[in-house]
């Protein structure tokens, strides 16, 4: 079974500062995908950012960007220029494919992030 | 477009009792998952729907079910509640059958208080 591990319970950041959440996983699989979620007050899971194993180049999306390491089997997040409106709890979540279409998240526990003003 | 709807968004129920969740996905999304979220257990996968058809569920008793129906809307009924089933369900969709390349969208789910 995977297994998903984010050590980091809390963080806090200034605003505009850049913070980096870190994720582990343990898979023997060598085709998986890695995903950071982000839920905020309202509850919504909300998608961050994506990454297929496969691919050696770390994913990007606007101030969102990840360091993959495959080897190492690690999967960290950096924020850039924090916002408020990055205050949320992140899940970082793995996924196997069964088979075409059965697919199911496996998620960590969680990194409660604060952007200080 | 309507983003996810679950309702109700709080239930109170007493043990032993069953509740019944609703769940909409995204208007023309086909698949619908469901999760468990607890402060003890985190987040757990409950059981994923496709066009009518339970294709995978995840390590829960037989007290948890699901459907789907014609229109993709989702049901989960839990029968004979305990405390421990105290928690935040939530649902989500997805347009295509591989939720990678379809991502999927959630709703702000359904907060389950068992006394």
């Known amino acids: 079974a995977q297994t998903v591990t984010q050590s980091q319970p809390e963080m806090s950041v200034q605003e505009a500062e850049t913070v980096t959440l870190s994720c582990t996983y343990d898979t023997s699989e060598n085709n998986y995908y890695l995903f950071w979620y982000k839920q905020p007050p309202s509850r919504q899971m909300i998608l961050v950012i994506r990454?297929?194993?496969?691919?050696?180049q770390n994913a990007t999306e606007n101030r969102f960007s990840v360091n993959f390491q495959k080897a190492a089997k690690s999967f960290s997040l950096k924020i850039s220029d924090s916002q408020l409106g990055d205050t949320a709890m992140y899940f970082c979540?793995?996924?196997?494919?069964?088979?075409?279409?059965?697919?199911?998240?496996?998620f960590g526990t969680g990194t409660r992030l604060t952007i200080i003003p | 477009k309507a983003g996810v709807t679950q309702t109700p968004r709080y239930l109170i129920k007493t043990r032993g009792q069953q509740v019944t969740l609703s769940c909409s996905p995204i208007s023309g999304h086909r698949s619908v998952s469901w999760y468990q979220q607890t402060p003890g257990q985190g987040l757990q996968f409950l059981f994923e729907?496709?066009?009518?058809?339970?294709?995978n569920k995840g390590n829960f008793p037989g007290r948890f079910s699901g459907r789907q129906f014609s229109n993709s809307r989702s049901e989960m009924n839990v029968s004979t509640l305990e405390l421990g089933d105290s928690a935040l369900y939530l649902c989500?969709?997805?347009?295509?059958?591989?939720?990678?390349?379809?991502?999927?969208?959630f709703g702000n789910g359904t907060r389950l208080t068992v006394t």
């Open positions: 990454q297929e194993a496969y691919k050696q």
């Open positions: 989500a969709s997805s347009l295509m059958e591989s939720s990678y390349n379809s991502p999927l969208h």
């Open positions: 729907y496709f066009s009518e058809t339970q294709r």
């Open positions: 979540a793995f996924m196997k494919p069964l088979d075409f279409g059965n697919e199911k998240l496996t």
